[in-house]
C-alpha cells in the first residue's frame, strides 16, 4: 500500500480507496450485510431505489469504478482491518444528495468536491473514526488539485438522533475541519463548505 493520506495520535491510518485497498474496504461492507440494504455506498452515484438493483450489482459496480477511478473515499484501517471510511468525489460522480431540490434552490455554483457519506463498523463508533475519514478526505482532495469542498452534515447539538440517520456526518465533525455553514437544507441538516489548497 502507499503512503497514508492521514495518521492520528491514536495509531490509525487512513488510505484511499483502490485497488490495494479494496479487499478491506469489502470485508468491512460484507460484514455489515453490504451497508445499508446492499448498497455498497452506490447511492450517491446512482439511484439504488431502482428495482433492478441488487446487493450483487452495487458491488459489482463499486469494484468497477474503483479500478476505474470514479470512487473515492478515504479508508480507516486500525492494523490491516478497514473500520470506517468517508465518501467524497466531484458533482459528477457523485450527481446525487439527499434533499436535492432543496439543495437546487439555494444553489448559485457547484463545488469541486462534494464529501457524501460515512461509514463507521460495529464496535468502532464514537471513537473518532468519521473524523479520521474527513481529515483522509480533504488530503487526498488537496493532492487531487484542492477547491471548494461541500458537506451535508445533521446538527446534533439540540437532539438525540440515531446513527443510522448520520451517514452524511455530524455538524462537529464538519466544524473541527474547518468547514463554515453556507445555508440549512432543512431543519437540522446544513450545507457546509470550505476551501482546501493544492
Known sequence: MGAPLHETSDGRTVRSLDEDTWDAFAALVEAHGGVWGGCWCMAFHVDVNDPSRTAERNRAEKRKRVTTGTTHAALVFEGDACVGWCQFGSPT??????????YGKGLTALPAWRITCFFTGKGHRKRGVASAALGGALT???????????????????????????????????????????????????????????
Open 93 to 102: 460522480e457523485v450527481p446525487r444528495i439527499k434533499s436535492s431540490r432543496a
Open 140 to 198: 487526498a482532495i488537496a493532492d487531487l488539485g484542492g477547491g471548494i469542498v461541500e458537506g451535508y452534515p445533521e446538527e446534533t447539538d439540540d437532539r438525540r438522533v440515531s446513527g443510522s440517520f448520520l451517514h452524511t456526518g455530524t455538524m462537529p465533525t464538519f466544524e473541527k475541519w474547518g468547514f463554515q455553514r453556507i445555508r440549512p437544507l432543512s431543519p437540522h441538516r446544513w450545507v457546509v463548505a470550505r476551501t482546501v489548497r493544492a
